[in-house]
Every structure is written in C-alpha cells, then in structure tokens.
C-alpha cells in the first residue's frame, strides 16, 4: 500500500535520532494523528511511532523517503505498563542495524535490516527496559531518564532524579543490557531487557570538587561530578557528562575515562552546551550550544572566575539557558580538544555547522529555528544529523517581547529534521566494538534498595582559596538564620588568577533560597573586574540584581541588573519571560 500524504501524515512531536549502520537512514520518533478508524489498512499510522528516513535521495519501494517501523506491530510483540514512559527519546539504531533504543524500549526486527524489506509489522518486537530498585526484585522498577548507548551495543548511560529536602538533584549511572526471555519477578513479566550491573558514575572515595583543610579552600579539577551523563564517547572509553563548572557560571561538557577516572573539560566557551556526540574515530565533536545567542554571557563572559558561588547557583543558572520551550542552540562541530586559547592568544571555538545562510525566514541559519538534543554523527565521520524546533507561542508573542514567526516548512510545521554533510571529509573505516568492561572502577556499584549518596556540605566559615598562579580569594560560606544549612557565599578576590591570563579583583555574594522542589530564589550582588588578556568587569545594578527560575520551566524573571562586560563590548541580561 502506496502511504500517500493525507491525514495519517499530520504529526507531532518529531524527536531526531542517530544513523543506521548504512549512513543513508536515520531513526526518529513522532505521533501520527487523522488516521481512519480500523479496519481501514492506514488505521496503523496513528500514535506514537518510530520511522527511518531515507538521507541519500532515493524511496522505499512503496515510493515513500521513509518507513514507519513500528505501525501495526501486532498487540502481543509489544507492551504497555502503567509508568512507562510515553515517547521514544533519542531513538539510536544499534550498529547490527536491526535495533533501536527508543526512549525506555528497544524496537527489534529479528534477524532483518530495519531498512530493509524482509523488515515487516509481523517481525517487530517492542521490548521494555527495566530497572531493578528492589531488594526482592518487586514492582515495576526505578524511572529512568536521558538514555544514551554505547558504541559495543551492550552498555548505556542513564539518569535518575533524586529529591533531596528542598531541592531536587541527580545521579548517573552505567549499567549493562541483558535480554531475559522469561522474568520471574518484577514487571512487566513480560520478555524485556534488564539492565545489569548497574554502576553509579559517582566516586565516593575521590576528593570533592571544593575541599577544605583549616582555613585553606582547594579545588580540585579531576573531581568527577556528573551532574548529568549525556552519553558515552565515540570510542567508547569515557562518559560524557554535564559537572560542575570549572570557571564561575559556564556550563560545560566534561568527560570522566570509565576506566581511570581521568577527567577531561571536553568544553570550556562561556556559552552553554549539553548536547554532544563524537565521531566514531574520536576525533570530532559536535555540540548543540548558545554561542550564536550570547544568551549566557551576562552571566559567564567574564573568565577565570573560580566557582564558588556556583556551590548555590548552578540549577538556576544553567536554567537560563532556555525561553520555556524556545531553545537557543545552533550546531557547532569542535576537535577532540575543545574550544580554547592557542599559545598566540588566539582562540579556537570550532565552526558553526550551519552558519552558511543569510538568516532568512526558514534558512539554514534562520535564529528562529533552534537545535534540540541530540546531533548525531554517521559511523563513517561524512554526515551529521540534528532536528530543530521554530519558536512558537507562548514563548513569543504576548507579554513576550519576540514576534512569532511563520513558519516557511510544508503544512506550516514547526519541527524540522536537518542532514549536514560535510563534502570535503573522507569517510572512516569504522568496525563494530567488542563489549567493554561492566565494572567502573571508581563508580559505586549499585545495590538495589540502597539510599542515594549523600553528598557533605562544605561547612560554614570563613577561608582563603590560593589562585594557583598569582593572588588569593578571601570565602564566607554563610548559613541560614536557622543554621541549617549555608544559603550565601560571599568572596572578595586579590589579583586571583589560576591560569595566568585571567586576573580578578573585586567582592561578590549570592544568596539562594528554594520556595519549592524545583524554583530557586537568588539575591546577588557583584563588582568584579578583570584584566590580563582582556578587560573584564561584572557588576550588578544599585540594589543588586535578584531572579527567579524553575528548573523545568526555564522562564527568566529578575530586579535589578546584571552586566558584564568584555574588552569595550556590554552583554545584558535577557528581558524577563524571554
């Protein structure tokens, strides 16, 4: 049957995934809806489904550039079980080109090619995830959030949310897939794959990020701290993970090597970035970040700040990062070093992947169109895939200081799936992965039942943080009228510098407080300044400078100001509710 556009192709809710072993598929998922009722044949094409789309010009046989994987499954190759999860994140085709790990489910098609014809509703299986959390084994297992597969097809990376008090947080971990055919505990008890040998990616016997001894502050750059894991490398040897920050309020990629620990900062542009895949030689990382937008600079543009504020602020400001649902990231390909300073001074951000349009209504490059997680790279290193959304309202129009645009796609769609292909590069000659080792050796081995990490709060006092080339920092860390907790920081710098080219002065102090689980209240006030190699200043407005975010909503309201400025050039915070 010839699948022809009509109301089964109204969708929504398109999310990108990654290449099929072929580079000329790529997996997404979507909702279908205006199908007929059955018995009509095209009552399949509704709901939630997974699809591959043909990148190389040509159709499948039926004439179409893609194929609905996962429509007309039949009702016993495939399950549902009350706290599932309702779409299929960041679908990822594993490397046999028959699987694909679809939010927490893995679609198979037997011993067929998922792009191939012997590939039929009637061979498909949906097989959930599950995570064992129970001593007993009982129950449907934990909730489980931002899959990421590694390259052997055997292991992943999730998360898990964890609340703690007033304040909500989150853990990494590393574990296994193991197929069981028959479980006999737990549910669903259906065929499913268990995920085994799961490690936590935290080090409980490694130092802390900032410790104390006396009256001396340390920070130590080869803590791990994964605040969230957002995938594993390309050759399958470290995590990828969003830590805590390296300088004041940049929010970065880190990588923690899964067998020595060794931590590398994969990012470090005062712009914010989680969205990270690398090539399947290790060579090359693509990124989705907010450089184009300098929506973060009022916060982070000012270098070499250490984080000590950031002991508070993190969530909140990381949260800056989007409008609601309008994102603000355009994709940038870097080397395996990251963005940097060369020995001249000169720096080195990478190349904006989709840089070459005039910014028109619908282009390339149009700012209205912003990159969601995750752009993935083929196997063979020559094409890149993204998926973008256009700002739409509420988080335009309105109170909202941004017009809405109109949308130039076909049907007036608002989601767009994007291929790069990058002409001038040669393709790799890549080979299936041989299985790494369960075990990390400096996570926590999980045993179900047992609590989150406590994590210990650095005590309140007064300390001095030696700048590791020049100067020091004087640090109050301030409790709480019921001291129950430290709530503010307070810093004064002298000629502070930890890498040479970056030198502080001046007073700055946070408050933060948390009328909910997910909201944080922050008081600051700042008058810092710069020099070395460039002239830097960050100061709040008289009275200072106080905003509000939540966590999952990311709608920015503030008092007062913040500026910072850089060698002559002035970045402002963004309008409230923007």
């Known amino acids: 049957m010839k699948q022809k556009v009509d109301a089964r192709r109204a969708l929504s809710g398109l999310l990108g995934g990654n290449f099929l072993p072929d580079g000329k598929h790529v997996t ?37 550039p893609w194929k609905c994987i996962t429509c007309g499954v039949p009702a016993d190759q495939q399950v549902s079980f009350k706290g599932s999860a309702t ?13 694909v790990l679809a939010g927490v489910w893995i679609i198979d098609c037997g011993t067929a090619q998922l792009a191939s014809a012997e590939c039929t509703p009637d061979k498909v299986h949906i097989y959930p995830l599950r995570w064992n959390i129970t001593p007993d084994g009982s129950g449907a297992g934990g909730t489980i959030r931002e899959l990421r597969k ?47 040998n799961v490690t936590g990616l935290y080090a409980p016997n490694g130092p802390p990020t900032i410790s104390v001894d006396g009256n001396k502050l ?25 830590g805590f920050p390296a300088e004041s309020c940049n929010i970065d990629i ?34 989705m970040d907010t450089t184009t937008s300098n929506r973060m600079m009022f916060l982070a543009g000012m270098r070499g700040i250490p984080p000590l504020i950031d002991t508070l602020i993190t969530g909140a400001v990381s949260s800056v990062r989007n409008n609601g649902l309008r994102r603000f990231f355009q994709p940038w390909i870097i080397d395996r070093y990251g963005d940097r300073y060369s020995a001249y001074g000169r720096y080195y951000e990478g190349q904006q992947l989709n840089a070459a349009g005039d910014g028109s209504p619908g282009s390339v490059n149009d700012p ?8 993935r790279w083929s196997l063979d290193g020559t094409h890149i895939v993204y998926f973008q959304t256009l700002t739409v309202a509420p988080d335009c129009g309105g109170a909202n200081p941004l017009p809405c645009p109109n949308s130039t796609e076909p049907g007036g769609r608002t989601i767009r799936l994007m291929l790069a292909t990058l002409t001038s590069r040669k393709p790799l000659q890549w080979k299936p992965m041989p299985p790494v080792s369960d075990i990390v050796p400096w996570g926590q081995p999980y045993v179900p039942g047992s609590p989150n990490p406590v994590v210990a709060p650095l005590p309140a006092g007064n300390y001095t ?40 002065s001046g007073t700055e102090k946070v408050t933060a407080t948390y009328p909910n689980v997910t909201l944080t209240h922050i008081d600051w006030y700042s008058d810092l300044h710069g020099t070395g190699i460039s002239h830097s200043s960050k100061i709040t407005g008289p009275g200072g400078f106080h905003f509000e975010i939540d966590v999952i909503n990311n709608k920015f309201y503030a008092n007062g100001t913040l500026t910072t400025t850089v060698d002559g050039v002035v970045y402002k915070q963004p309008a409230n509710g923007s």
């Open 368 to 375: 209205y169109w912003n990159g969601m997680a995750d752009p």
């Open 218 to 242: 340390s920070i130590n750059s080869q803590a791990i701290s994964v605040g969230e894991a957002r995938g594993l490398s390309g050759l399958g040897h470290q995590v990828d993970y969003i």
């Open 465 to 504: 943080l030696d700048g590791k080339v020049s100067g020091h920092a004087e640090v109050a860390f301030l409790e709480n009228s019921a001291e129950t907790a430290v709530n503010a920081v307070a810093v004064t710098y002298y000629n502070y510098s930890d890498n040479g080219i970056n030198f502080i």
């Open 254 to 287: 880190f990588g923690a090597n899964l067998a020595t620990g060794e931590v590398v900062r994969v990012t470090s542009d005062p712009e914010y970035v989680d969205p990270v895949d690398t090539s399947s030689d290790g060579n090359w990382i693509v990124i």
């Open 150 to 196: 590694h390259p052997d097809d055997v292991h992943i990376s999730f998360n898990a949310l964890s609340i703690s008090g007033a304040t909500i947080g989150q853990y990494g971990y590393f574990a296994r897939l193991q197929f069981n055919p028959t479980p006999t505990t737990g549910t669903p008890l259906t065929p499913r794959y268990d995920l085994v």
């Open 28 to 64: 997404a998922s979507l909702t279908y809806a205006g199908a007929p009722a059955a018995p009509d044949p095209a009552s399949i094409y509704t709901g939630l489904q997974l699809i591959i789309v043909k990148t190389d010009g040509t159709l499948f046989p039926n004439g179409d």
């Open 87 to 99: 779409d299929y994140q960041y679908p990822q085709a594993f490397s046999d080109g028959i699987r």
